[in-house]
């Protein structure tokens, strides 16, 4: 006895009424992808263009932020505190001649101008008066350099704004061609990758075949016995 050989084909194609709709499809695919692959390219060129400008900006903080943040700076390490105040002083001095008249004038209607207790009382009178003065401008900016302390990490994170702005045009200009070649590689994959042509060959040999028939015989005696015997 020879060797037995048989030859098995499985296939899967879209019926006869869907096949027209199915290559119209994907010539629509086909048509679409080429129109939007220069456009997307288009796009992806003009954003590429603007790197570099987007990099300046990303990495180099505009000039409103610099003074803004240069002057928060300011405000924190307490430059305008005290004699960095450019009015404190001609406050303290306006006030100080009015403390002075007031005072002068009591003494002065009581006969005891330029007496000990006339020095004294003008003394206190402008060390109060300035005292109070500066520890007002003390106050003030203590409770700036609070607001400026809190504004700080805005301020830094700032900074950064523009990197995000900068990082979505580079993923643009790299994806937006990507993103149409695989739109385009979907649809079709849609249309066509859920049919397959399978062939294969299977063969026995002779050892294989009556081993086969050795397996029946058993399994008929094995339910019944085999007539005659």
């Known amino acids: 006895m020879g060797l037995s050989s048989s030859k098995t084909k499985q296939t899967n194609e879209p019926s006869a009424f869907a096949k ?71 406050q303290i001095d306006s006030t100080n001649a009015d403390v002075t008249g007031r005072v002068q004038s009591q003494f002065s209607s009581a006969g005891r101008t330029g007496s000990g207790a006339n020095t004294n009382a003008l003394g206190r009178a402008l060390a109060l008066n300035e005292s109070n003065l500066r520890y007002a401008d003390y106050g003030a900016e203590r409770q700036a350099m609070a607001q400026a302390a809190s504004l700080a990490p805005n301020l830094d994170a700032a900074r950064f704004n523009g990197l995000g702005a900068y990082l979505q045009a580079a993923n643009g200009a790299v994806g937006i061609p990507m993103s149409a070649a695989g739109q385009y590689a979907g649809g079709l994959g849609s249309l066509l990758g859920q049919y397959n042509t399978q062939t294969g060959t299977t063969s026995q040999g002779l050892g294989s075949i009556l081993g086969s028939v050795a397996g029946a015989g058993l399994a008929g005696w094995a339910s019944g016995g085999f007539k005659g015997f």
């Open 20 to 90: 027209p709709y199915i290559s119209a499809g994907a010539n629509a695919l086909q048509s679409a992808y080429g129109q939007s692959q220069g456009v997307a390219q288009g796009i992806s060129d003009t954003l590429a263009a603007q790197l570099p400008g987007l990099a300046q900006l990303a990495f180099n903080p505009s000039q409103g932020l610099t003074a803004a943040t240069n002057y928060n700076n300011d405000v924190l390490s307490g430059k305008f505190l005290g004699a960095g105040n450019p009015y404190l002083q001609a």
